[in-house]
Structures are given as C-alpha cells and as structure tokens.
C-alpha cells in the first residue's frame, strides 16, 4: 500500500489532536513546545506525502484540507483551542518538509550524474 505511512502519521496526528488539555496532564514542559511540535510533526507528514509522489489534486488536497480540518476539530475537543498560528504551523511544516525532500532528492540526482561522469 503506497500511502500506508502517510495514513498512519495522518490518524497519529489526528489522534494527538483529540487529547483534551496537554496542561493538565504535563506534557508540555515549557510554554511555545507546541508550535515546535506543531511544525515537526506536519514536516514529517510533508515528507512522507512527497515519499508517496502523490501529484495533482491528491496532493492539493490533502496538502491543505487535512491541517484544517485536523486544527478544526480541536474546537470541539475540551480544554483545547482552534489557534492560527498552529494552522499556519502545520503549513509552514508540511511545505518546509516537500521542499526539503525535494531538495534532498535533486541533491542525490546532481551527486549520480557527476559520479556518472567520472
């Protein structure tokens, strides 16, 4: 299953999401750790869509419907709130985790042809 992994990290996240109130059981330790989490764990889940070569309206998709409906339901989650720098977060995150991969993937390519060369 060519997405498996982008469905697994996506029902993580989802589920991270669901727990009402990180305060009350401590597992944020210093105030702003969830805007690091919020970036890290959407790069992750941009690298693992870019993995997949999911191209078009799949990409676009879920590129920018699932961050929104993922910060979406929080609203209904007690102790949590919907924030616009965690949407933005989670954009920032998933595009920074395609470019980086991409970019990763064209430095491979460049790195072949000039071993090719030799």
Known sequence: ?????VIVWGVMIFTISSVPDFKKIKITPTEGIDKVVHFLEYF???VLI?????KGKGFWGLTLLFPL???GHQKF????EVEVL????????????VLTWRWKCY???EKEVINWKK
Do not use: S
């Open 69 to 71: 409906v993922d910060e």
């Open 50 to 54: 870019f993995q997949t070569k999911m």
């Open 1 to 5: 299953m060519k997405y498996k992994w």
């Open 77 to 80: 989650i007690p102790g949590r």
């Open 107 to 109: 430095l491979k390519r």
């Open 44 to 46: 992750i889940f941009g």
């Open 86 to 97: 965690d949407l933005l977060l989670n954009y920032l995150g998933i595009y920074a985790g």
